[in-house]
Each structure stands twice: as structure tokens, then as C-alpha cells.
């Protein structure tokens, strides 16, 4: 069954700390895997990684990808409040009609 | 544009009652999604469109019915409500199979059944 796992479930932090987030993933015929933000509304998009990307970053946050181990982080540098909330991992297999796999998320609650 | 939208927001129902989450997508997208978020369990897929004319079963479909009306919009009907039925519902929309895009949420129906 395919499967997707984030770690820790929660986390403190205060503003200026380092954080990173992780997803495990057990899917056949990977495709994609993606991380989302959701501040108490819709899960906005932060990035996409492939076979053919496996680093992307914007500004404070970066992620990476590993195909070997089944795995893949997302760092945030520098946390600011508006950094707090839940950070979502999914995975896209190939050949199921484009569904996400989503992990149970990462609550993140950035302290001033 | 608008992007995803779902109405209502906010619902509460009684047990055995039935109702129908609205969801449309103004960016032509071909495929759409429905989800159900409960608390520590992220998202799960409830049915899926793949395309206009198709609709397909995702991990936790029981109680649910799905219309892809037209391209635009895609429902989700349930027929006789029970409380394990409360949860956040998300309708999502991307370009569909095959092409490496995003899938875009709506706001979200906040459902009770009491």
C-alpha cells in the first residue's frame, strides 16, 4: 500500500531558528513529490520535485529530493511568524489519474 | 480569476440528511479532485475526474457520490450523512495525467453532522 510519512507531527521553534521537515515515501511508480503550506485555509503550493529535479529553492526555503532512500526534506532558514503552520508532503504516482498521496502533515508554530 | 471555488463554506447537517458541495475551477483544467482533510490523518482522496465524462474512486469513496458536470465544475453529493462525515472537504483542480503541474485547492467546506 502506498504510504507517506512526515516527522516530526509538531514543532516549536523561535523566529531566526533553522527547521527541517521530513517525508518518507513507500509509492509505486513515483512521480512526483510535492510540498504544500496551509495557514487554517487552502494548502498553497511551494514546490515540485522529479526524477529530472530533486533541488529546488525559493528565498528561505529549500527542498531536496532522495530517490534512493525514499525521501525528501524541506528547510526553512531564518523562521519568521509567518512561517507557522501545517506543511504538507505528497507524492504522485504514475498511472493513478494524477491523485496525491498526502502525509499527515507538520505542524510548525514559529515563537517571536 | 477566481481560481477554485466550493460553496458552501460552512454546512451542518443531520444524521440521514443529504446535501451537495459545489466546486468549479476557472483555469480549464482537466482534471478534478475531491478531499477530505480530518485531523492528524492530511488529506485523502475521495473521488477524482480525470478528464470531462469520467470519474474515478479514490481511498475513502463509501458515502460519497461524484458529477463532473461540465469542465468547469465537479460535486460531491452525500446521500444519507453520518457523523464520520465531518471533516474538511477540498476540491482541487490541475492540467491532469501525464503533465507535471500542481494541483490547486479550493477554500474548503467545513461540514458537521450531528
Known amino acids: 500500500e502506498d504510504k507517506v510519512v512526515q516527522s516530526p507531527l509538531s514543532l516549536v521553534v523561535h523566529e531566526g531558528d533553522t527547521v527541517t521537515l521530513n517525508c518518507s515515501y513507500e509509492?509505486?511508480?513515483?512521480?512526483?513529490l510535492l510540498w504544500y503550506k496551509q495557514e487554517k485555509k487552502a494548502p498553497t503550493f511551494l514546490f515540485m520535485l522529479?526524477?529530472?529535479?530533486i533541488e529546488k529553492k525559493s528565498g528561505r526555503l529549500s527542498s531536496i529530493l532522495d530517490k534512493k532512500e525514499l525521501f525528501s526534506i524541506l528547510n526553512i532558514t531564518a523562521t519568521q511568524t509567518g512561517d507557522s503552520a501545517v506543511y504538507l508532503c505528497a507524492v504522485c504516482p504514475y498511472n493513478q489519474g494524477g491523485k496525491l498521496i498526502f502525509g499527515q502533515g507538520t505542524e510548525l508554530s514559529v515563537k517571536p | 480569476n477566481a481560481g477554485v471555488t466550493q460553496t458552501p463554506k460552512f454546512q451542518v447537517l443531520k444524521t440521514g440528511q443529504s446535501m451537495t458541495l459545489q466546486c468549479a475551477q476557472d483555469?480549464?483544467?482537466?482534471?478534478m479532485y475531491w478531499y477530505r482533510q480530518d485531523p492528524g490523518m492530511g488529506l485523502r482522496l475521495i473521488y477524482y475526474s480525470a478528464s470531462e465524462g469520467t470519474t474515478d474512486k479514490g481511498e475513502v469513496p463509501n458515502g460519497y457520490n461524484v458529477s463532473r458536470l461540465n469542465k468547469r465544475e465537479f460535486s460531491l453529493r452525500l446521500e444519507s450523512a453520518a457523523p464520520s462525515q465531518t471533516s474538511v472537504y477540498f476540491c482541487?483542480?490541475?492540467w491532469g495525467t501525464g503533465l507535471l503541474y500542481e494541483q490547486y485547492f479550493g477554500p474548503g467546506t467545513r461540514l458537521t453532522v450531528t
Open positions: 509509492v509505486t511508480n513515483f512521480r512526483s
Open positions: 482541487a483542480s490541475d
Open positions: 522529479t526524477s529530472s529535479g
Open positions: 483555469m480549464n483544467h482537466n482534471s
